[in-house]
T-cell receptor, first 113, second 112 residues
Framework: GENVEQHPSTLSVQEGDSAVIKCTYSDSASNYFPWYKQELGKRPQLIIDIRSNVGEKKDQRIAVTLNKTAKHFSLHITETQPEDSAVYFCAASKKGGSEKLVFGKGTKLTVNP | NAGVTQTPKFQVLKTGQSMTLQCAQDMNHEYMSWYRQDPGMGLRLIHYSVGAGITDQGEVPNGYNVSRSTTEDFPLRLLSAAPSQTSVYFC???????????FGQGTRLTVV
């Protein structure tokens, strides 16, 4: 089955710096790649997603890039703010939707003021 | 809209007891899924459903049963609770038209 590896497990940056989280997936049939943010004690919430027919997608300070050949995708957060501190999860699906997501193990991002 | 509602929020069970975690959504989503979240393990899929009357196993289905008799509800049953089932359980719903998964607030289950 699909396997998603996520790195790093923890990331600490200074406010205003950029943060990059990387994921690799094993199943070349995967075609949908969402990123979720989970604040402490809260539910995961989608922050950005990308489909396999797109190489890059941006939404204000957040961007995701996808390299299908290498089977990896990355989350980029620019101009980080303390409220960006959370655990971020990448996921993959080969059904084009979210009924059967395979998640990475998460990255705890800390943004220091 | 309430979105995805899970009950209870907290539960303590004794080993061997059974219980049902409830999940309801009011967004008319076709897809519903159950995940468990353990420290350092991310979210792992237990069971999922693509419509009423249709369910399938995920990555970690052992010890859990599901059924989907209506579009709105997707209960998760623990048949005989074990300490290894201590976890936070999340229910999620989504649609094939808009793939964003909406999560419930979670149920923190402790089995002693």
């Amino acid at each position: 089955g699909e396997n998603v590896e996520q790195h790093p497990s923890t990331l600490s940056v200074q406010e205003g710096d950029s943060a990059v989280i990387k994921c690799t997936y094993s199943d070349s049939a995967s075609n949908y790649f969402p990123w979720y943010k989970q604040e402490l004690g809260k539910r995961p919430q989608l922050i950005i997603d990308i489909r396999s027919n797109v190489g890059e997608k941006k939404d204000q300070r957040i961007a995701v890039t996808l390299n299908k050949t290498a089977k990896h995708f990355s989350l980029h957060i620019t101009e980080t703010q303390p409220e960006d501190s959370a655990v971020y999860f990448c996921a993959a699906s080969k059904k084009g939707g979210s009924e059967k997501l395979v998640f990475g193990k998460g990255t705890k991002l800390t943004v220091n003021p | 809209n309430a979105g995805v509602t899970q009950t209870p929020k907290f539960q303590v069970l004794k080993t061997g007891q059974s219980m049902t975690l409830q999940c309801a959504q009011d967004m008319n989503h076709e897809y519903m899924s159950w995940y468990r979240q353990d420290p350092g393990m991310g979210l792992r899929l237990i069971h999922y459903s693509v419509g009423a009357g249709i369910t399938d196993q995920g990555e970690v289905p052992n010890g859990y049963n599901v059924s989907r008799s209506t579009t709105e509800d997707f209960p998760l049953r623990l048949l005989s609770a074990a300490p290894s089932q201590t976890s936070v359980y999340f229910c999620a719903s989504s649609s094939p038209r808009y793939p964003e998964a909406f999560f419930g607030q979670g149920t923190r289950l402790t089995v002693v």
